[in-house]
């Protein structure tokens, strides 16, 4: 319930838990490192431009692409539009509760680093509204290991 309290409040949260996710990926990256990555991803078509080559601004520079995403749009507000549709009945509530904590159990298993981090914010119970995004780079349960690997994870979840 907290969380879905913080939804309604923040109208950032959303963004915050793609940001979290994408500090996951580029943990312990040097400006180097983040500048073959923003080459990769302006390759593959990426439309990011950062200023200053730290992890921080591309970070930010990945969320701010996926808002513009068509395609993460659809899945985000989509999920949004059944969530705001079944605030309306206490059953549907319950629903989501338990499909809220079957997510935010399924990312333990998965990617326990990232489920800390959103449980630090008090954001777990939240994740399965990214989790259509998210989930499009399942395979990587331990973290990328390539400069190659974080390009292709940051485009499926651009895209």
Same mark, same amino acid.
């Given at each position: 319930?907290? @969380?879905? #309290?913080? &939804?309604?409040?923040?109208?950032?949260? *959303? $963004?915050?838990?793609?940001?979290?996710? %994408? /500090?996951?990926?580029?943990?312990?990256?040097?400006?180097?490192?983040?500048?073959?990555?923003?080459?990769?991803?302006?390759?593959?078509?990426?439309?990011?431009?950062?200023?200053?080559?730290?992890?921080?601004?591309?970070?930010?520079?990945?969320?701010?692409?996926?808002?513009?995403?068509?395609? @993460?749009? #659809?899945? &985000?507000?989509?999920?949004?539009?059944? *969530? $705001?549709?079944?605030?309306?009945?206490? %059953? /549907?509530?319950?629903?989501?509760?338990?499909?809220?904590?079957?997510?935010?159990?399924?990312?333990?298993?998965?990617?326990?680093?990232?489920?800390?981090?959103?449980?630090?914010?008090?954001?777990?119970?939240?994740?399965?509204?990214?989790?259509?995004?998210?989930?499009?780079?399942?395979?990587?349960?331990?973290?990328?290991?390539?400069?190659?690997?974080?390009?292709?994870?940051?485009?499926?979840?651009?895209?």
């Amino acid at each position: 319930m907290e @969380a879905l #309290v913080k &939804l309604v409040k923040q109208h950032d949260v *959303l $963004s915050r838990m793609l940001e979290i996710y %994408v /500090n996951q990926l580029l943990h312990g990256m040097m400006a180097d490192d983040i500048r073959r990555i923003q080459a990769l991803l302006m390759r593959r078509g990426a439309n990011i431009a950062t200023g200053t080559l730290t992890s921080q601004a591309l970070s930010y520079a990945v969320v701010r692409a996926v808002s513009g995403s068509f395609g @993460a749009r #659809v899945e &985000l507000n989509s999920k949004l539009a059944k *969530l $705001s549709a079944a605030a309306v009945t206490i %059953v /549907n509530y319950y629903g989501y509760v338990q499909e809220a904590a079957d997510a935010a159990n399924r990312l333990k298993q998965r990617n326990s680093t990232y489920y800390y981090a959103l449980y630090s914010e008090k954001l777990e119970m939240l994740y399965f509204i990214v989790e259509p995004i998210i989930i499009k780079n399942a395979h990587l349960l331990s973290s990328p290991s390539s400069d190659d690997d974080i390009a292709d994870a940051i485009m499926r979840i651009i895209r």
